[in-house]
């Protein structure tokens, strides 16, 4: 009986991308959270300013899942043009060079000749197919675009729920940095690093970074 091939599909997003949306959405909502007074925010006041950090995160949702694409297709059609310079590239040296170019900096510094050799030949057989854009592409996309906008709910749904706009505010702050620090935790479980630190260093990070937005008027 022949072997079963297996193929794992890549995931439409990598950690960082995803959790950089999130983390991106919770301080975009909380720009305008930040903005509510307790002694003085009315129904009608809360009303709005809710309204209004759903309608920001949507429209930069839409803003992101378009750069996302463009970034996508402009990335792939460098790939692309390099690896028919490298196929049609007469000179070794330069052939050299230009897959070092394509290489991440740490092993780029330690290719040897006969690696950059090896890497030559293989990318001789490869196809240097048209670089446009796909279903997963779209996907991803839509991705980014989902992420920023479910971020806005962990810190608007306090005021929806709590009557009380203190106790809503302190609820909603909490489930903001709980999501930083989630999403900080996961970005170090990704680079191999201290979970914690990072959880905690990105939660440092967005309260400093909410200070610099409310200050600026953002």
Not at 48 to 57: D, E, P, R, Y
Not at 118 to 134: F, K, N, P, Q, S
């Amino acid at each position: 009986m022949a072997p079963e091939a297996t193929t794992k599909r890549a995931p439409v997003l990598d950690p960082v991308e995803r959790v950089s949306e999130i983390i991106f959405g919770v301080l975009m909502a909380m720009s305008f959270t930040g903005t509510i007074s307790v002694a003085t925010a009315g129904q009608q006041e809360i009303h709005t300013l809710l309204v209004a950090a759903l309608g920001c995160n949507i429209a930069w949702g839409l803003t992101d899942a378009v750069m996302y694409l463009i970034r996508t297709l402009t990335e792939r059609h460098r790939k692309v043009a390099l690896l028919r310079r490298i196929q049609t590239c007469q000179d070794r040296g330069e052939a050299h060079r230009l897959i070092a170019a394509g290489l991440p900096a740490p092993l780029a510094v330690g290719a040897d000749p006969g690696a950059l050799d090896a890497l030559l030949r293989r990318l001789a057989t490869v196809r240097a197919d048209h670089a446009g854009l796909g279903a997963q592409d779209f996907a991803g996309a839509f991705g980014v675009f989902l992420l920023v906008v479910l971020a806005t709910f962990p810190v608007v749904l306090p005021f929806l729920v709590i009557a009380d706009v203190a106790t809503a505010l302190r609820t909603s702050n909490v489930l903001a940095l709980t999501t930083l620090f989630i999403g900080g935790h996961a970005l170090g479980r990704y680079a191999f690093g201290r979970p914690w630190r990072f959880g905690v260093g990105m939660v440092a990070i967005g309260m400093a970074l909410i200070a610099v937005i409310t200050s600026l008027g953002g």
